[in-house]
């Protein structure tokens, strides 16, 4: 199968990194629109052929793939407001809005492309090792996407929208829970003069450990032995910190309703 030519609407931090990556492999990007001009010409800088696109008319383009890479909040707008040819297909990028979402639009081939990671702008990734989830409305738009997603990664899913929440609420447990309790213990860690970098074996090791053997089985700690003495201690450590408490009592709850019943 020849390879497609691609439009990009968002410059964020999920088109960042897939742009190029389409780009590499032949799937030419030749449009980026965004709302934020700074944004897509600094996308655009990384890309081999692409041009800014200033509004959501593409009717003309040359363009055979849209994939619409913006926050949750406003693809249902973007998506009213597009204008793609009718052969087009149009794909979201998001682990959490059905495909539904995509009932506006002026073409019948719509789908989503959801590449399961955590994105940052600053930091490299390896596309090979992100899976990627695909919901297609057809076959046509299913084989296309899927063709799409094995010249990027070596994991493509087929996976529908009611499938797709679940798997980002476990997500947001896995990436931005765990991500958030790090700031936490790195804000205790500051406010007591001590350097978040100790921790940072251990943190290593948690995660190395949970995926080698498993999170129920790698789990340790004073809540998990029902160790109650100290878990009290831990609570009057925190007392000035009582937001931190909250969490600290909420997850030592559950672990002990989990474990010690």
């Keep these: 199968m020849s390879k497609l030519k691609v439009s990009l609407i968002g410059s964020g931090n999920v088109a960042w990194h897939l742009a190029p990556e389409l780009d590499n492999v032949g799937y030419t990007v030749r449009e980026v629109y965004s709302r934020n001009f700074k944004n897509a010409q600094s996308l655009i800088d990384r890309l081999y ?22 926050s949750d909040d406003i693809i249902e707008q973007v998506i009213k407001e597009m204008v793609v040819p009718e052969d087009a297909i149009l794909v979201h990028t998001s682990g959490s809005k059905s495909i539904d979402t995509l009932g506006y639009a002026s073409t019948p081939n719509i789908g989503v492309f959801y590449p399961l990671q955590t994105f940052s702008k600053h930091q490299k990734i ?31 899913y087929k996976i529908n929208s009611e499938a797709r929440q679940t798997l980002h609420i476990a997500a947001v447990f896995a990436c931005n829970f765990t991500i958030h309790l790090l700031t936490i213990a790195s804000d205790i860690l500051q406010k007591n003069d001590l350097d978040f970098e100790i921790l940072k074996p251990l943190i290593v090791e948690t995660i190395n450990k ?37 969490i600290y009592k909420l997850i030592t709850q559950n672990i002990l309703d989990t474990y010690l019943q």
């Design 210 to 246: 949970s995926l080698e053997i498993g999170p129920q089985q790698a789990l340790t700690g004073p809540a998990r032995r029902g160790d109650l003495k100290i878990l009290d201690q831990h609570m009057k450590a925190l007392k000035g910190h009582k937001s931190y408490a909250k």
């Design 49 to 70: 052929q692409a041009e800014q696109k200033t509004d959501l008319d593409f009717s003309e383009s040359v363009s055979d793939i849209f994939i619409v890479a913006v």
């Design 126 to 156: 390896d596309f090979r090792d992100i899976p990627i989830c695909i919901e297609a409305e057809n076959r046509y738009t299913w084989k296309i996407l899927k063709e799409m997603a094995g010249q990027i990664s070596a994991s493509v």
